[in-house]
C-alpha cells in the first residue's frame, strides 16, 4: 500500500508544472482600470492528484488561517493546494489532497449530481465548511473540508433551524429547473455575507425574467437586481471586506471570430434604485484586444487586497487552467 501511494506521489510530481504566462498586451494601459493590477499569471498543470485527475477548476475558496486553497472542478473533484506567494507573485502550489465530493451517506457524486460550480468556504456551527452550488439540480450544499456532505444535526429552536437555513436554503423560485432558461444556466455561483447570510445568483437571468434584468438572491429571496446586457453571464461572486460583492463575468462572441470578454464588477447591496442595486465595472478585458484570456468561472479573496481568479479548461486540450494573481484597490 505504501508503494501505491510512493507510486502516485511521485507521478503528482512528474505531471506538476506552474508555468509563467503574460496574460496582459503588451500595450496595455493600466490608468484605464487603475483599481485592478494583474500582478502575476501562471497555467497550472497537474496530471492526477490523490488519484482524481484534475481539470475543470470551476471554482477557488481559500482560508487564511491555514494557508490551503481549495480548487473545485466541475465534475465534483475537490482538490487542496498549499499556496505559497512571494512578492506578489505565486511562487509555488503543492498539492495536499485530490477527493470526488461524496453525500451525507458517504456515496461519490457521479453524472446527475456532479455539476459543481461555484464555492465560499464559511464558519457555522464552530466548523469550516465549504458551500457549493450545482447546475443540473440546482441547490446549495454545504461539505466538509474533506469534501464529505455535512449531514444536519438535530435542531431545537426555531433561531437554530433558521440558522441552518441561512447556509443553504434557496428561495423557491431558484429551486424549480423550469425557471431556468438552460440546464446549463443555473447556480454557477455562490458567496456569504454576515448580513444577507448565503448569496447566490442564476449564471444567466431566469427564464420569465428581462434579459436585461439579472437576480441576486439570498434564502429569503431576491435583494436586488443588476443590470446586464444579456449576454454576459455571472461565473462566481466574491464578497468583498466592505460586505458588497464582486462578480466575475464572462462572455463569448463568436463573429467575426473567437472572442472571450471578462469583467469583474462591484455589487453595492445597500445601494438601491426601484430594486436595482448600483454597480461599478471595476475591470473589463476581451481577447481582441489581445489578452490571453480562458474561460474564467472562479474567484477568492486571499487577505488585505489581494485576489486569485481561475479558468476552466474544459478537459479540452486547446484550453489552460490559468491562475491570475491580482490587486483590488479600494
Keep these: 500500500m505504501r508503494l501505491i501511494v510512493l507510486f502516485l506521489s511521485l507521478c503528482t510530481l512528474l505531471f506538476a508544472k506552474l508555468i509563467p504566462i503574460d496574460i496582459q498586451p503588451a500595450d496595455y494601459n493600466t490608468s484605464r482600470y487603475p483599481k485592478v493590477e494583474i500582478l502575476d499569471s501562471k497555467i497550472v498543470s497537474f496530471g492526477r492528484i490523490g488519484g482524481e485527475k484534475f481539470f475543470g477548476i470551476s471554482a477557488l475558496a481559500y482560508d487564511p488561517e491555514t494557508g490551503i486553497l481549495y480548487m473545485l472542478s ?12 512571494k512578492g506578489e507573485k505565486i511562487a509555488s502550489l503543492k498539492p495536499l489532497f485530490g477527493t470526488r465530493l461524496r453525500d451525507a451517506y458517504g456515496h461519490k457524486y457521479f453524472v446527475k449530481k456532479s455539476d459543481s460550480e461555484g464555492m465560499t468556504l ?3 456551527d464552530g466548523r469550516k465548511l465549504l458551500l457549493i452550488s450545482f447546475e443540473r439540480y440546482p441547490r446549495v450544499t454545504a461539505f466538509g473540508l474533506s469534501g464529505n456532505a455535512r449531514k444536519a444535526p438535530v435542531r431545537k429552536t426555531l433561531s437554530d433551524i433558521r440558522a441552518s437555513l441561512r447556509l443553504t436554503h434557496l428561495p423557491k423560485v431558484l429551486q424549480n429547473p423550469r425557471h431556468y432558461k438552460k440546464r446549463n444556466d443555473m447556480l454557477e455561483s455562490v458567496t ?4 444577507y447570510g448565503m448569496i447566490t445568483t442564476p449564471e444567466k437571468p431566469l427564464r420569465k425574467r428581462k434579459h436585461d434584468l439579472h437576480g441576486i438572491y439570498n434564502q429569503e429571496g431576491k ?3 443588476i443590470r446586464n446586457n444579456g449576454t454576459y453571464a455571472i461565473t462566481e461572486l466574491e464578497t468583498l471586506p466592505d460586505g458588497n460583492l464582486l462578480a466575475l463575468e464572462r462572455d463569448f462572441r463568436l463573429k467575426p471570430a473567437l472572442n472571450i470578454l471578462v469583467r469583474l464588477r462591484k455589487i453595492e447591496l445597500d445601494k438601491k434604485y426601484h430594486g ?3 454597480t461599478k465595472t471595476l475591470f473589463e478585458a476581451t481577447s481582441e484586444e489581445g489578452w490571453a484570456l480562458d474561460n474564467f468561472e472562479g474567484v477568492t479573496h486571499l487577505h488585505d487586497d489581494l485576489y486569485l481568479m481561475v479558468s476552466d479548461d474544459n478537459d479540452n486540450f486547446f484550453q489552460k487552467t490559468l491562475l491570475v494573481l491580482f490587486r483590488l484597490s479600494n
Excluded: E
Excluded at 74 to 85: I, N, P, T, V
Excluded at 192 to 195: E, V
Design 276 to 278: 436595482i442595486c448600483k
Design 74 to 85: 466541475d465534475r465534483s473533484r475537490l482538490f487542496g493546494f498549499k499556496l505559497r506567494l
Design 122 to 124: 464559511v464558519k457555522a
Design 223 to 225: 435583494i436586488c437586481d
Design 192 to 195: 456569504y455575507t454576515q448580513k
